[in-house]
């Protein structure tokens, strides 16, 4: 009875591991694909990426990629993350080395569908945070908060917790690129001033 | 203040059954009389949460460190089957009034979903109470799961208790038994919805 | 002949795992929030139930009758592990939606339930189209109410948008699912389950 048992729960552990050792380098390389399609995304084309680098701004590690023309670097990507409404809400946002907001893509959201969801697919919201759409439409995007707080982000309708965690997760990520370029950190998230 | 956040999370807003559908079918299966709603979800409690943390254990102290993740499925499983049979063997010694009570539907604890689900959530999810994502300790796991079992038991006595209401009534023929409880948790869920946002 | 293609058909109507039997309650209600999702479910859950009724069905005889229910759910979790794998690795979007429901096929009352009530008893072939039967059996349903659902909620069928902006949002969110289950039963009982 329990050799009979432990013989099943052997052969199947072996077929397990046979099928673990042939599937995990197609996982790896699913899991990376889908993050280096969201950088590509959001810099600027025609430059190379970079390896995954980190820094610490502000007490928390950001993982970020440079995009370098040549020799120079043009911009960054930053991995940002904030709790959202539901859960963790992670970004991929693309800086220009003056703080400019270049693009963003939703990594993971955990918002609620028709609201807070909208922040992935909502167009009139997306649009905003990129560059060109903005150079097209003639939107301004200095101040990083939603309008309610005297910012020039639109937020989504019925969707202020959202729209809050989106902006500052793009917010942190503009600082983590300021702090990289050497400049003083002065977040409208109320951050210590960070002096180089 | 960070239990506070879970016990009310995983009571009201993401009730487990209410919001994320695990432990359906003992659910309507066993909630038409209040008793048997009433013992089946203590029998729940104490398994999730014993299953929870035994798991939790197993996980970190064994699978993780030799990279043996891709067994979590199969070993979390033969957890819960050992510790139902475990519970069974004391409760016949202990309570036989109520071993005999439950029957059918404590072996049958160990096929709910309630029980494997919140055993993997507690050791796959992210959550963000008080602070960071971040993947909880052992603490927090063990008031997560009483709390989610607290949860199904309140979920499951209010269902009863509207359930013993329905039978009294005049139900069309189409929609007796099962349809109307249904259309009954659907508005049950409904309310429950207005929790959202609280934490 | 007729006999074995009974046993594929069976599945839709007469023993429809959904809205006959009410089993696996949970994959129906949570992964139906549209109709690709219910679909891919249905699909991934018949996997792991023809393999699992095919396997169980040979070695139904030499196990001890004492340690079966054991056997049997390490022989489902095995299939489940290698579809979650497979699923992993080169359908990394379906595995991300379906979430933590992949792992959850292995209490599906469905599977344990068709191995202990046929695949022990019958033999492997008739064990591997009951398999097909009840599974495309469970995957049309889920389908279906996903397609309902979707339609209500997102105002579109397989992602296609046929109105701008949102439906009923409630019918992708809890309060739908049962909803929509609960109406759905009806009509099955009264027009389908004539027998």
Redesign the interface.
Known sequence: MVICLTAVCLVCASVLAAVYAVTYEPIKASAQKAEKAAISEVLPAGCTVSEAKSCECDGLTYDYYEALEGEAVKAYAVKSATNGFGGKLQLMVGVLEDGTVWATKVLSQNETPGLGAKCASDEAFCAQWSYEKRQESGKKLEVLAVSKDGGDVDAITASTITSRAYTLAVSNAVNVVKSLCGEKVDSWSGASVKSE | MEFVLIIISSIFVNNIL????????PF?GVSNKLSTATGMSGAVCFVITLATVVTYLLNKYLLVPFGLE?????AF??VI?ALVQMVEIVLKKVSPSLYQALGIFLPLI????A???VA??VVTK???FGG??HLLGLGEATVYALATSVGYGLAMILFAGLREHLAGNKVPE??KG??????T???M??A??GF??IV | MANKLSLITKGFIKDNPTFVLVLGMCPTLATTTSAMNGLEMGLATMFVLILSNIVISLIAPVVPDKVHIPVYIVVIATFVTVLQLLMQAYVPTVYETLGLFIPLIVVNCIVLGRAEAFANKNSCLDSALDGIGIGLGFTLSLTVIGIVREVLGSGSVFGWKFIAGDGILAFVMAPGAFMVLGYLMVLFNKYLKKQ
């Open positions: 209410l919001a994320q559908f695990l432990g359906i079918c309507l891709f067994l979590q499925t199969i499983i033969l089957a160990t096929t709910n979903c029980v494997l689900g993997i959530t992210e959550f963000t960071e994502a189409a929609f099962l349809p109307i409880a249904l259309i948790v659907s508005i869920a409904m429950f919805l959202s946002g």
